[in-house]
């Protein structure tokens, strides 16, 4: 159902007035709450999504200040329900175009996400959708440009005991999604730093750069095997650990992904050059990149690795 939300509208919240100023996406606004300046993100259509990201902001917006917080709730019986969500300057895709970040912000980014993802993996919930445009940012004037980074749309966000999450649903973009969700294995708050370190790698890079954009269009039959095949041309090949996770079909076609990769094309990580990647990085990317999922470290472990304190 789309919103039936207009420009210039006038919305009562349990907590304030919030006039519709510009329209974002189909049914994300922006408004001006009270009249007062203070601008706001309003989310409004009829659909779990919304529902479930009141609820779990809800859950979890006081126990970190890296969750996008949840501001309003507006609830009217003629329209489609609506959110009232926290503002911010920019979302990190669009930052990290416009200025490639500097080893200090791409640190200070990581240990954000990473504060997000320790609360919610602690609870067993799963953000499922951990990239770029989802990490939202306020500007600053100091060496590190960014003065608030939170964690936004958790409106996928699901216990990792769920029916989702156990039967392998797919969830998030497909370049930043991890193995087994391409798979349709059962996945877990794994897989979340698995995402996170993708969007690490495009950010030691910059220029917008993803390690694992195929060469063909999202609309190709082959484009999640093209996936697939670079997270192996980089990362792998598959460990025979996969065997205790998947079907013989699946191991079948992790063979042939595999075999379809000529050796002059194989680029394992670990023999990046440092010009491209310092040891450093290099060695906390390859710390996180695990192909088996019970082998990534924890949102918390990485946190007090001694890469957060290398200049």
């Not at 100023?21 to 189909?26: F, I, N, T, V, Y």
């Not at 940012?137 to 958790?154: H, K, M, P, S």
Request: charged share 25%; glycine share 4%.
């Amino acid at each position: 159902m789309r919103s039936t939300v207009q420009i210039r509208q006038a919305l009562r919240g349990q907590h304030g007035l919030y006039i519709i100023a510009k329209q974002l996406q189909e049914t994300v606004w922006l408004a001006n709450r009270d009249g007062r300046g203070q601008s706001v993100i309003v989310k409004s259509v009829n659909h779990f999504r919304l529902q479930n990201e009141r609820d779990v902001l809800r859950r979890f917006q006081c126990h970190t200040p890296f969750i996008r917080p949840l501001i309003d709730e507006i609830v009217k019986p003629s329209d489609p329900p609506a959110i009232v969500l926290n503002h911010l300057d920019d979302d990190l895709l669009h930052a990290s175009a416009a200025q490639r970040l500097s080893d200090k912000e791409i640190k200070y980014v990581a240990r954000s996400v990473l504060e997000a993802l320790k609360v919610l993996h602690a609870h067993n919930f799963v953000h499922t959708d951990v990239k770029p445009d989802n990490i939202l940012v306020d500007y600053g004037q100091e060496a590190i440009r960014f003065t608030n980074i939170q964690l936004a749309d958790c409106g996928s966000t699901v216990p990792a005991d769920s029916a989702y999450a156990k039967d392998g649903d797919l969830i998030g973009a497909p370049i930043w999604r991890s193995p087994e969700v391409h798979l349709r294995l059962s996945w877990g708050t794994a897989t979340d730093i698995r995402s996170f370190g993708a969007m690490l790698i495009s950010l030691l890079y910059g220029d917008n750069f993803v390690l694992f954009r195929p060469d063909v269009p999202a609309d190709h039959d082959e484009y999640e095997l093209k996936i697939l095949q670079r997270q192996c041309q980089f990362f792998g090949p598959f460990p025979l650990t996969y065997r205790e996770l998947c079907t013989r079909d699946t191991l079948n076609l992790l063979v042939h992904i595999m075999q379809s990769i000529p050796p002059e094309k194989k680029k394992p990580f670990s023999r990046i050059s440092e010009k491209e990647v310092s040891k450093k990085d290099k060695e906390f990317i390859l710390r996180i990149m695990k192909l088996d999922p019970r082998y990534r470290p924890s949102a918390a472990e990485l946190l007090q690795d001694q890469w957060f304190d290398t200049e």
